[in-house]
């Protein structure tokens, strides 16, 4: 049975509520539909931050001190009004969706301690906007040993097996942290977060500049990238682990670039995030043919051209040249797991995030 399926997301970079409607039945998608964006506001992103800060002393999934309750309040209302925005904007009616697949903020992912925390009110939720909300994707996959992440290869397969081309593809999704998809064929999945997204690179815009981005890597072009930094940066232990693996959104804050001109800068973060990628060509079984980039840093010119630098013969190209919405790819995705999770298919694999066995999961709010 088809579903009409609404899915939200807020990913690590921090920057807003991405909404976007798939008719799926959890296997395949047989039609796209419209897409919107809801932007947290500076005091909504300040507060974000704060609560990130303070999600490092978490030790229980559900526990929400201090500013956390608040963040945990921002982020429902403003998924709420991203709802209702798009339901208004599209002339729909909440009896015309079935399910909304709700990610929430993610302030805390720590697999190797069994803690991943999303924030987000999915009851509150439910009844604000009159339609059932699956929610808490991740945490049965952390909590049976698996890494939680990441959880949208499922639907980068569906999207892929749609494409007329050789393979190996590796779809990879540049948003606070980056993640890659790698597809054979349809027996062959294999994903892992592969370093850095376009984290490092916005606090550092924000730090120095305060912007929230660097425009189409306009700034990051101007530099020049410190490559013994990001050779060091390298070494770190992670980078040599085979897939699968997964990060949280700091994980690389402790990393210094010391005092060096704001362009150089950006100009080597940018690069450290398309190095980083590149690095995993070694640990998959073959050498990907093909890569298609998604979120936020296939808007990056510079980010995309220093990919292709590092990639070899393979094509770089931006998910919107294969007339994918690759603003909206993270959202269908939740629409796309809602319906799987409805449904009771798996979610993710063994090959994915490291669960023992293919796992699905989810958590149903009713109105």
Known sequence: MMLTALGLMSGTSLDGVDVALIETDGKQVKAFGPSGYRPYSPVERN???????????????????????????????????????????????????????FHGQTVLHRPEKRLTVQIGDAPALARAIHIPVMHDFRAADVEAGGQGAPFVPVYHRA????????????????????????????????????????????????????????????????????EAWIARALELPFFALPPPKSLDRNDFAALKLGDVPPADGAATLTAFT????????????????????????????????????????????????????????????FGFLAARGLKGLPLSYPATTGVPMPMTGGVIARP
Not at 58 to 73: F, H, M, W
Not at 303 to 323: C, D, F, I, N, P
């Open 47 to 101: 507060l974000l931050r704060q609560a990130l800060s303070e999600a490092v002393h978490l030790t229980r999934r559900d526990a929400r001190p201090g500013i956390l309750a608040e963040a945990e309040r921002a982020v429902t209302q403003a998924h709420a009004e991203a709802v209702a925005a798009f339901v208004a904007q599209n002339r729909m009616r909440p009896e015309d969706i079935d399910i909304v697949g």
């Open 159 to 226: 999207l892929a097996q749609s494409l007329e081309r050789e393979g190996p593809i590796v779809v990879v999704n540049i948003g606070g942290v980056s993640n890659i998809t790698y597809i054979d064929g349809n027996d062959t999945l294999i994903a892992c977060d592969t370093g850095p997204g376009n984290a490092l690179l916005d606090d550092f815009m924000y730090r120095t500049m305060n912007q929230a981005f660097d425009t189409e890597g306009k700034f990051a072009a101007l530099g020049k990238a410190d």
């Open 274 to 333: 398309a190095a980083a990628i590149a690095r995993i060509i070694p640990l998959l079984p073959r050498r990907p043919r093909s890569w298609i980039v998604c979120g936020g840093g296939a808007r990056n010119l510079t980010m995309l051209r220093m990919l292709r630098e590092r990639v070899g013969s393979a094509t770089v190209e931006a998910a919107e040249a294969l007339g994918w919405a690759s603003d909206a790819i993270e959202a269908q995705a």
